[in-house]
């Protein structure tokens, strides 16, 4: 009886913590999101040479696909997370999460065209082709995952996954902080932001889903 009491608490805990990451994540992430999507984001779909600059016009057809798929990607990855959307609605979660997949490796595919025609040089190219491919790599493994019918390791590979979808956000959102607080040049903030905007949310996110299971 006892156990069974313990376990049940132990259950009602776990739902618990969950609601609250959902609300902590929400309240994080959504109005730089937001952010994002009102400074640069919808900037793009003004299709014209003021709105890309000189830098990216000649290339305006992949930016705005790589945009469109991102965006996309960044709205949909919140449902995926949603208990009553899995268990209630698990057809809809499945095709949510191929259109997340196609997504995620369309937009990695258009990322190496830009990447590969940065006039930047090679360490931010790196650090946006690394990104790119973190990014389609985490997503296959969620993929391959829950083919295998292992969940618990589909659910960690996706939040890692969504963790990179957010990092075309904190790039900018961060990039901006830096210009504020007269941090570096272009160039040096652009190199920074290419690798920072992944690596350290990567690794904080791998130190929370370890330091999690401690604790089980």
Same mark, same amino acid.
């Given at each position: 009886?006892?156990?069974?009491? *313990?376990? @049940?608490?132990?259950?009602?805990l776990?739902?618990? +913590?969950?609601? !609250? %990451?959902?609300?902590?994540?929400? &309240?994080?992430?959504?109005?730089?999101?937001?952010?994002?999507?009102?400074?640069?984001?919808?900037?793009?779909?003004k299709?014209?040479?003021?709105?890309?600059?000189d830098?990216?016009?000649?290339?305006?057809?992949?930016?705005?696909?790589?945009?469109?798929?991102?965006?996309?990607?960044?709205?949909?990855g919140?449902?995926?997370?949603?208990?009553?959307?899995?268990?209630?609605?698990?057809?809809?979660?499945?095709? *949510?999460? @191929?259109?997340y997949?196609?997504?995620?490796?369309? +937009?990695?595919? !258009? %990322?190496?065209?830009?990447?590969? &025609?940065?006039?930047?040089g090679?360490?931010?190219?790196?650090?946006?082709?690394?990104?790119?491919?973190?990014?389609?790599?985490?997503?296959?493994?969620?993929?391959?995952?829950?083919?295998?019918?292992?969940?618990?390791?589909?659910?960690?590979?996706?939040?890692?996954?969504?963790?990179?979808?957010?990092?075309?956000?904190?790039?900018?959102?961060?990039?901006?902080?830096?210009?504020?607080?007269?941090?570096?040049?272009?160039?040096g903030?652009?190199?920074?932001m290419?690798?920072?905007?992944?690596?350290?949310?990567?690794?904080?996110?791998?130190?929370?889903?370890?330091?999690?299971?401690?604790?089980?």
């Open positions: 009886m006892r156990n069974n009491i *313990l376990a @049940k608490q132990k259950h009602n776990a739902r618990n +913590s969950g609601k !609250v %990451s959902w609300i902590v994540l929400i &309240t994080l992430f959504g109005p730089v999101v937001l952010y994002y999507l009102c400074t640069r984001g919808g900037v793009y779909f299709f014209s040479k003021e709105a890309y600059t830098y990216f016009w000649y290339r305006a057809p992949w930016l705005f696909a790589h945009v469109i798929l991102g965006i996309t990607a960044t709205l949909i919140p449902f995926q997370f949603i208990p009553a959307i899995r268990k209630k609605h698990p057809l809809l979660h499945r095709n *949510l999460g @191929k259109i997949l196609g997504c995620v490796a369309a +937009s990695t595919f !258009v %990322s190496f065209y830009l990447v590969s &025609t940065t006039g930047l090679p360490v931010y190219a790196t650090g946006l082709a690394m990104l790119g491919i973190t990014w389609l790599i985490s997503t296959g493994m969620a993929w391959l995952s829950i083919r295998n019918g292992n969940k618990e390791m589909h659910k960690e590979w996706m939040i890692k996954s969504y963790v990179l979808t957010l990092s075309f956000v904190t790039f900018r959102f961060t990039e901006d902080l830096l210009v504020m607080a007269c941090v570096s040049d272009f160039a903030r652009k190199i920074l290419a690798w920072a905007c992944w690596s350290i949310p990567l690794f904080f996110t791998e130190l929370v889903l370890k330091a999690k299971k401690l604790y089980h």
